[in-house]
């Protein structure tokens, strides 16, 4: 068979054995028009590049006295260094570093958040460096301690180039014993709107809930009640569960919080029927009997045991999936008929996944027998779950360097588009042409600025709905998934709000559309949002 089979085909084939577990799905599907082809295949460079952000290496041993780490232990003799003074209490960045030895070892980079204040201090997601010296023509932090065996170490970021207040590159160095053991370049790009943008455009902020302890993680909506978790914070304390009452949207009410000493750590969440399942760091799935939708109340912690670190969860009729990080990445598959009872049918672990790459299922989707997991840096793979006991790899998609984090599915002109995006500096939505599963085609991409990180999306009709961290709420037509355009935002992210600049993901995080006329959004200081949908 081609990637040119007509949908009724197709569905045929992809719902075999399903039966009744199908068809609710596909009545959803959406055919609108397209201009292109399978033909119209994209490149795909990643969502940032491997070149060295600066020129201001560490100078080589034996070329100075200088101690390692300190600012005269740098070659700065290429550095524009009279633009530096600009960034002196420029307020908050975010902050991506790139090691030298990128092209052999992907994951040799990071993110954080800076905060520069007017005094000359720096603080990296909320811990303050103990030295630094900025002036009109120097930035440089440090800080260092000693290990256990009695070795030194020390950190230090040196600027070699500003543009104005809002850009700045340069280099770090990471030092063990005196001596270089890690080294690379950096950028910091300043938190701002983008140019040009008010508050919001053609998306109305209904009401608002705030959530007092831990970063707010996920949402779900059911039974009239907005259930927000939440993860434990260092500065915002623990997180737990938040249960919301919608009767009036435009004031929702806090009913219940539900908190368990050494299990604090709640990053997703989903309902069905009576059920409310949550995905614990510590205790794997979490099942709650929401009978009383304002009391949940706990009924098991699955697997049996304990241990598992679920990151998320996703339920298409009657399955759950969980994705585990911990102690092995593994998605498990359960069956939810009986919502309170979940049942496990079986456990996928990609045997493909290269054991010394830091990867694990983070999100999934499900369309018909095909389940689209988000694999981090293995990227997006398409499974075969129709015997959960033999779930079969079908298909995959990877980008270079990829952190596959969150997926969509769409129905477009007899083609299936799944809208993909990663958790990372430059990370952005894909629409990936996946009719054929085994030659997925890059057809469109939709990206703002790359110091802001993309997260999770939900699809309603032709309508893309993003929580974009920093860049708040953005809301695409994806008519035509190679042309994907933004017909409304909400700017969520103000710099005044409680415990903004501790981490590079900070913003707008959740987003659900659960067909009651709004949107549910979640902020990571602001706590829950509500917005009226766009037409």
């Known amino acids: 068979m081609t990637n040119r089979w007509k949908g009724g085909v197709l569905w045929v084939l992809l719902c075999a054995g399903l039966g009744s577990a199908c068809s609710r799905e596909l009545d959803d599907v959406v055919k609108v028009p397209v201009d292109q082809g399978p033909s119209h295949r994209l490149e795909d460079p990643g969502d940032w590049s491997t070149e060295p952000l600066a020129a201001c290496p560490v100078l080589p041993a034996g070329s100075t006295s200088a101690a390692c780490g300190t600012l005269e232990s740098f070659d700065l003799s290429a550095c524009s260094r009279d633009s530096l003074g600009a960034v002196r209490g420029a307020g908050i960045f975010n902050l991506h570093v790139i090691g030298n030895d990128i092209l052999t070892n992907d994951n040799s980079q990071g993110t954080g958040a800076v905060r520069i204040l007017e005094d000359g201090r720096v603080f990296q997601d909320g811990v303050p460096f103990p030295e630094s010296r900025l002036d009109e023509s120097t930035f440089f932090v440090s800080r260092g301690g000693t290990l256990q065996d009695g070795r030194a170490y020390r950190t230090s970021m040196v600027g070699c180039k500003a543009e104005g207040a809002t850009r700045l590159t340069g280099c770090f160095v990471n030092c063990l014993g005196g001596t270089p053991a890690f080294q690379g370049t950096f950028e910091l790009e300043k938190v701002r709107r983008r140019e040009g943008e008010a508050e919001g455009s053609n998306l109305e902020l209904v009401g608002e809930g705030v959530v007092p302890q831990g970063t707010v993680a996920d949402v779900f909506v059911a039974k009239g009640h907005a259930y927000v978790v939440s993860l434990e914070d260092a500065f915002k304390g623990p997180g737990g569960l938040y249960v919301f009452d919608l009767a009036d949207r435009k004031a929702p009410r806090l009913v219940k919080n539900v908190f368990f000493p050494g299990d604090s750590y709640w990053n997703g969440v989903w309902a069905k029927d009576d059920a409310l399942y949550v995905a614990s760091a510590a205790r794997g799935l979490l099942v709650f009997d929401i009978s009383d939708p304002a009391n949940p109340v706990l009924v098991s912690a699955l697997p049996s045991g304990?241990?598992?670190?679920?990151?998320?969860?996703?339920?298409?009729?009657?399955?759950?999936?969980?994705?585990?990080?911990?102690?092995?990445?593994?998605?498990?598959?359960?069956?939810?008929?009986?919502?309170?009872?979940?049942?496990?049918?079986?456990?996928?672990?990609?045997?493909?996944?290269?054991?010394?790459?830091?990867?694990?299922?983070?999100?999934?989707?499900?369309?018909?027998?095909?389940?689209?997991?988000?694999?981090?840096?293995?990227?997006?793979?398409?499974?075969?779950?129709?015997?959960?006991?033999?779930?079969?790899?079908?298909?995959?998609?990877?980008?270079?360097?990829?952190?596959?984090?969150?997926?969509?599915?769409?129905?477009?002109?007899?083609?299936?588009?799944?809208?993909?995006?990663?958790?990372?500096?430059?990370?952005?939505?894909?629409?990936?042409?996946?009719?054929?599963?085994?030659?997925?085609?890059?057809?469109?991409?939709?990206?703002?600025?790359?110091?802001?990180?993309?997260?999770?999306?939900?699809?309603?009709?032709?309508?893309?709905?993003?929580?974009?961290?920093?860049?708040?709420?953005?809301?695409?037509?994806?008519?035509?998934?190679?042309?994907?355009?933004?017909?409304?935002?909400?700017?969520?992210?103000?710099?005044?709000?409680?415990?903004?600049?501790?981490?590079?993901?900070?913003?707008?995080?959740?987003?659900?559309?659960?067909?009651?006329?709004?949107?549910?959004?979640?902020?990571?200081?602001?706590?829950?949002?509500?917005?009226?949908?766009?037409?």
């Open 306 to 535: 304990g241990g598992v670190n679920v990151h998320t969860v996703f339920v298409a009729m009657d399955r759950l999936y969980a994705m585990a990080i911990s102690p092995a990445p593994v998605t498990l598959i359960f069956d939810v008929k009986n919502a309170r009872e979940p049942v496990l049918l079986g456990r996928y672990a990609d045997p493909s996944v290269n054991p010394s790459v830091a990867s694990f299922p983070h999100d999934a989707t499900a369309w018909g027998n095909r389940l689209f997991v988000n694999h981090w840096r293995a990227g997006l793979l398409v499974l075969d779950v129709s015997d959960p006991a033999n779930v079969v790899k079908v298909g995959e998609y990877v980008s270079p360097r990829a952190t596959s984090h969150t997926n969509r599915w769409h129905y477009v002109n007899n083609r299936l588009i799944v809208f993909e995006g990663g958790e990372d500096w430059g990370a952005h939505v894909r629409a990936i042409d996946m009719t054929d599963p085994k030659d997925p085609i890059l057809v469109g991409e939709y990206r703002l600025t790359p110091g802001v990180s993309v997260h999770n999306m939900e699809l309603k009709g032709n309508r893309l709905y993003l929580s974009h961290y920093q860049h708040g709420v953005r809301v695409l037509d994806v008519t035509r998934p190679s042309e994907m355009k933004e017909v409304a935002y909400y700017n969520t992210w103000r710099a005044t709000d409680r415990a903004r600049g501790l981490m590079f993901y900070d913003g707008a995080i959740g987003v659900r559309i659960p067909d009651d006329g709004y949107v549910y959004v979640i902020d990571t200081s602001r706590g829950l949002l509500i917005f009226e949908e766009v037409e």
